[in-house]
């Protein structure tokens, strides 16, 4: 009970830090900070092997490497780079791929329809709470990829799939 309420709050924040980002291209350290720290209690309750949550660990530090030569890099932003981390310990190793194909996928189609927006709307007729992607030389609200790749990927995921379970999703 308890873990499910730790990854529903986990799974509603990369909802809200996925709307964050789109209406402000920015993700807080504090929302990225918060999802790590879940993981924490979350393994403890999940009942998995110590090597597992180890794997977990590792694979989170894993991204978190890669995800800020990334940012040094401009591909992408700080909060892209905190954020993927942080939902990567939740991930694991098991599902380190669906996750990143997914949001490699969300990502580029969320590109193209941003790209195409700019060519055939003016930004200034948008509402205000989803302008900010739509403005010239803005850049791409990569946290909605970053959410959606944990809820295609989390049913692959030791811990995530308990939590989804419970609601009969994918179980």
Request: net charge neutral.
């Amino acid at each position: 009970m308890i873990l499910t309420l730790i990854g529903c709050i986990f799974l509603a924040l990369c909802v809200y830090a996925a709307m964050h980002d789109v209406h402000c291209l920015k993700i807080p350290n504090w929302l990225n900070l918060t999802l790590a720290l879940l993981f924490v209690p979350a393994a403890a309750l999940s009942g998995l092997p110590a090597e597992m949550i180890g794997d977990h660990v590792l694979t989170g530090l894993a991204a978190f490497v890669i995800a800020f030569g990334c940012f040094a890099f401009g591909i992408f932003g700080g909060g892209d780079a905190k954020m993927i981390p942080a939902v990567m310990l939740w991930i694991g190793s098991t599902a380190w791929f669906p996750f990143l194909m997914s949001m490699a996928l969300v990502g580029g189609l969320l590109a193209v329809i941003i790209l195409m927006v700019r060519k055939t709307v003016p930004a200034a007729v948008l509402p205000g709470a989803v302008r900010a992607p739509f403005e010239d030389k803005a850049g791409v609200p990569y946290g909605v990829a970053i959410a959606a790749g944990v809820f295609i990927a989390g049913p692959h995921s030791p811990i995530l799939s308990q939590v989804l379970s419970q609601f009969g999703i994918f179980s």
